[in-house]
């Protein structure tokens, strides 16, 4: 039997399909001309698949008239992507699609394909103009990165389920740490007591805070710049709410600082131009949420930087085509910073 996935990277068989779930969402356009299919994630294997599609859709309106929108699908075989239609649809319902500050507009959940749809944002992302070394752009965008976080996080979480539990801790978050050790130890052992060290200093700050409060925060969980849009001069938009949980918001501002230094260190080599960045994101961040830096924030910022630097450092030991020497720079300076030996 082949590979369901297999039908969604099917023109004929999509525009069908779209037809009847898509169309009647649109109700000012009368068809659906042609859909182009662009896989930005295509990992078919014979039962199982992880895909991220973009739909490129052709309506009809006004007789010959013809509009194209882009409709994307997020599916995962063994890990159903419900949990971003949730979460979108929670944001969208909680006005995260007004302003300047929006998200991805939600449309459906397949139960059949296991895969969340949704129509997409257009524009390049912050990397993009990272990787340009677009320092103007750069500086425009991260004040307004800044204020979508703490948008996010101002958001009463009474009514919020937990969209990934398990992603809600550093001990838990896929595929946990008791596997990445193992990974490592079979790799490359030679690194397998300091990462244990590591992941369990890690682990230690973080339930210390936890422990001490019931709060909870709407976290992204995988704030990157690849991951930040910019829409137009003034307007911006978050994408890929896989991993969106309840947390300790300090988690956002760890991993995105870290994804910023070590984006800036790939591309610019400029380590005084991202103090400047990262500084210029944490100022605009505590004006947006109206909190003041303290040495308490300041040290679980610091625990969630360490640890995407090590999320970081595992991903290049543990790829298809490894980068050891990079992971390795990684691990002796989370090293320095926690005081590991």
């Not at 699609?97 to 895969?115: C, E, R, V």
């Amino acid at each position: 039997m082949p590979n369901i996935i297999l039908n969604l990277l099917d023109e004929k068989f999509v525009l069908k399909f779209f037809k009847k779930r898509v169309l009647p969402l649109y109700p000012t356009f009368s068809g659906i001309k042609k859909v182009i299919i662009v896989p930005h994630k295509e990992m078919v294997w014979e039962h199982s698949y992880h895909v991220v599609l973009e739909f490129k859709t052709i309506f009809i309106y006004q007789k010959n008239k013809t509009k194209t929108i882009s409709i994307f699908a997020t599916a995962h075989s063994s890990e159903p992507r419900k949990n971003v239609y949730s979460a979108l649809k929670f944001l969208w319902n909680n006005n995260f699609s007004k302003g300047f500050l929006t998200i991805p507009h939600p449309l459906f959940y397949s139960n059949f394909y296991k895969a969340t749809f949704y129509r997409g944002v257009n524009g390049n992302n912050l990397y993009y103009y990272i990787r340009n070394k677009n320092f103007n752009e750069i500086e425009k965008i991260i004040p307004k990165t800044a204020a979508w976080f703490a948008k996010l996080h101002k958001i009463p979480t009474l009514k919020a389920k937990n969209f990934n539990k398990k992603n809600s801790r550093i001990k838990t978050v896929f595929p946990g740490v008791d596997h990445i050790l193992e990974k490592i130890n079979e790799k490359y052992p030679e690194h397998y007591e300091v990462s244990k060290k590591i992941y369990a200093e890690l682990v230690k700050n973080e339930e210390k805070f936890l422990s001490t409060t019931s709060k909870r925060w709407l976290v992204h969980g995988d704030a990157h710049p690849e991951n930040i849009i910019k829409m137009g001069a003034k307007k911006i938009a978050v994408i890929d709410f896989t991993d969106l949980c309840l947390s300790d918001f300090a988690r956002d501002l760890g991993a995105f600082t870290q994804q910023l230094d070590y984006m800036f260190w790939k591309k610019i080599g400029d380590p005084a131009y991202a103090e400047k960045i990262k500084d210029l994101f944490l100022k605009n961040y505590l004006a947006n949420a109206k909190i003041r830096m303290n040495e308490y924030l300041e040290k679980r910022i610091a625990n969630y930087y360490n640890w995407t630097a090590m999320r970081t450092a595992t991903f290049l030991f543990l790829r298809h085509e490894p980068h050891p020497e990079h992971a390795k720079i990684l691990l002796e300076q989370i090293c320095i910073n926690l005081g590991i030996k």
